[in-house]
């Protein structure tokens, strides 16, 4: 089936299921393990993900908006799917519909939520969320008090979590962080004096769930590790995670270009030699950088072969002259391992100007997903197909 492809990218769920397990180890029995698959899992399949880190031990899932929440739903996921953005007053009815458990921080949406809860017949799970210092979403830990004890007389919600989120967990110096989770513990502290029952108290990301334990509370919120991408470039894993994505393509062309040739729009890249082009079937319409024109590279027959000229929509040359065996349909790797050789995607990131979040989360529908499991396909999620 493979075959038939030009762009692909393959997802080894074992390889996700190992980063769970590993963070499980690490974070111990007592906290609990959100998978964060927002953004289609980074790019590499919410559901296939999504079930594979659920079998390896998670207990709840975490997204941004209500259509990731329903897209799981859709998919047969009947875990605990946490909504992390916001939710409008309108979008209650389909989160109170699909089961799903929004993030609060105006009681607009909380009473919304609450008039659909009583007209289901349940009271819908929320979390709130406090901003301890990202400046982002939340309420301010002064706004905390009052605003639970206005939703705490909504009949139709009913309060499961608080939680905040690290700006600086990924730095080497944590002073941030530790400035951030000192405000968290404190407005804790008066909520719980103030009679609040939260059952589930979370606050750390993948780097946090990592070098900052304090901060494990009852749960843990992993996302970028959960795909073995490294969670700083400031630190290493504490712990071996493994990257679960490659990105694949295939050689469309190759052709001798003679000294002088210009290769690309704009001729940014003119030959100084005869030079062995390979014709690359990816681009910037796939997701791949352009920033990557001139300075990137891929492998193809386990070597590393530069790209020269600009990245186009939907394809790039390389310089392929010291891969004389190099021939049409050659497999090439844009991330990931091939013989002794790897790109990484924070090699790819550093390129292009970026942070490997984006190299995996850019990737778009057309390029197809390929998920194995024991190193074999079990499944291939193509455009347009069901």
Request: with cysteine; net charge neutral; charged share 20%.
């Given at each position: 089936?493979?075959?038939?492809?030009?762009?692909?990218?393959?997802?080894?769920?074992?390889?996700?299921?190992?980063?769970?397990?590993?963070?499980?180890?690490?974070?111990?029995?007592?906290?609990?393990?959100?998978?964060?698959?927002?953004?289609?899992?980074?790019?590499?399949?919410?559901?296939?993900?999504?079930?594979?880190?659920?079998?390896?031990?998670?207990?709840?899932?975490?997204?941004?908006?209500?259509?990731?929440?329903?897209?799981?739903?859709?998919?047969?996921?009947?875990?605990?799917?946490?909504?992390?953005?916001?939710?409008?007053?309108?979008?209650?009815?389909?989160?109170?519909?699909?089961?799903?458990?929004?993030?609060?921080?105006?009681?607009?949406?909380?009473?919304?939520?609450?008039?659909?809860?009583?007209?289901?017949?349940?009271?819908?799970?929320?979390?709130?969320?406090?901003?301890?210092?990202?400046?982002?979403?939340?309420?301010f830990p002064e706004e905390?008090?009052?605003?639970?004890?206005?939703?705490?007389?909504?009949?139709?919600?009913?309060?499961?979590?608080?939680?905040?989120?690290?700006?600086?967990?990924?730095?080497?110096?944590?002073?941030?962080?530790?400035r951030q989770l000192a405000?968290?513990?404190?407005?804790?502290?008066?909520?719980?004096?103030?009679?609040?029952?939260?059952?589930?108290?979370?606050?750390?990301?993948?780097?946090?769930?990592?070098?900052?334990?304090?901060?494990?509370?009852?749960?843990?919120?992993?996302?970028?590790?959960?795909?073995?991408?490294?969670?700083?470039?400031?630190?290493?894993?504490?712990?071996?995670?493994?990257?679960?994505?490659?990105?694949?393509?295939?050689?469309?062309?190759?052709?001798?270009?003679?000294?002088?040739?210009?290769?690309?729009?704009?001729?940014?890249?003119?030959?100084?030699?005869?030079?062995?082009?390979?014709?690359?079937?990816?681009?910037?319409?796939?997701?791949?950088?352009?920033?990557?024109?001139?300075?990137?590279?891929?492998?193809?027959?386990?070597?590393?072969?530069?790209?020269?000229?600009?990245?186009?929509?939907?394809?790039?040359?390389?310089?392929?002259?010291?891969?004389?065996?190099?021939?049409?349909?050659?497999?090439?790797?844009?991330?990931?391992?091939?013989?002794?050789?790897?790109?990484?995607?924070?090699?790819?990131?550093?390129?292009?100007?970026?942070?490997?979040?984006?190299?995996?989360?850019?990737?778009?529908?057309?390029?197809?997903?390929?998920?194995?499991?024991?190193?074999?396909?079990?499944?291939?999620?193509?455009?347009?197909?069901?």
């Amino acid at each position: 089936m493979l075959e038939s492809f030009l762009t692909w990218a393959e997802i080894d769920l074992d390889a996700i299921a190992h980063n769970v397990r590993a963070y499980k180890r690490h974070i111990g029995e007592n906290v609990r393990y959100i998978a964060v698959v927002k953004a289609n899992a980074y790019g590499h399949g919410a559901a296939p993900v999504a079930r594979a880190a659920l079998c390896a031990g998670a207990e709840m899932l975490a997204v941004s908006r209500v259509i990731e929440g329903v897209a799981l739903r859709k998919a047969g996921i009947q875990a605990p799917i946490l909504l992390m953005g916001y939710t409008p007053p309108g979008g209650a009815e389909m989160a109170a519909e699909w089961r799903l458990t929004p993030s609060l921080m105006t009681f607009e949406t909380a009473q919304a939520l609450s008039q659909r809860g009583e007209a289901l017949g349940y009271k819908i799970p929320v979390h709130v969320k406090i901003d301890t210092g990202m400046s982002r979403y939340g309420l301010f830990p002064e706004e905390a008090h009052n605003f639970l004890n206005a939703i705490s007389g909504l009949p139709g919600i009913e309060l499961e979590g608080l939680f905040t989120h690290f700006a600086t967990a990924d730095a080497a110096d944590q002073t941030h962080a530790r400035r951030q989770l000192a405000v968290f513990e404190r407005m804790l502290g008066e909520a719980r004096q103030a009679g609040f029952h939260i059952p589930l108290i979370h606050a750390a990301n993948s780097a946090a769930a990592m070098r900052l334990p304090e901060a494990h509370f009852d749960a843990v919120r992993v996302g970028i590790g959960m795909y073995g991408l490294d969670p700083s470039s400031e630190w290493s894993p504490v712990f071996e995670i493994r990257p679960a994505l490659s990105l694949k393509s295939r050689v469309s062309r190759v052709r001798d270009l003679p000294a002088g040739a210009g290769v690309s729009y704009g001729r940014t890249y003119v030959t100084e030699r005869t030079t062995r082009a390979a014709l690359v079937s990816v681009g910037y319409g796939d997701g791949f950088h352009r920033l990557l024109s001139n300075r990137g590279a891929v492998l193809i027959r386990g070597k590393r072969a530069p790209i020269i000229g600009r990245v186009c929509m939907d394809q790039f040359v390389v310089d392929a002259s010291d891969i004389p065996q190099v021939q049409q349909d050659d497999e090439v790797v844009l991330v990931g391992k091939q013989g002794d050789a790897r790109i990484r995607a924070e090699e790819v990131a550093a390129l292009a100007e970026t942070i490997n979040y984006e190299v995996t989360t850019s990737l778009l529908a057309r390029v197809v997903r390929v998920y194995l499991e024991d190193g074999r396909v079990t499944q291939v999620e193509a455009l347009g197909q069901d």
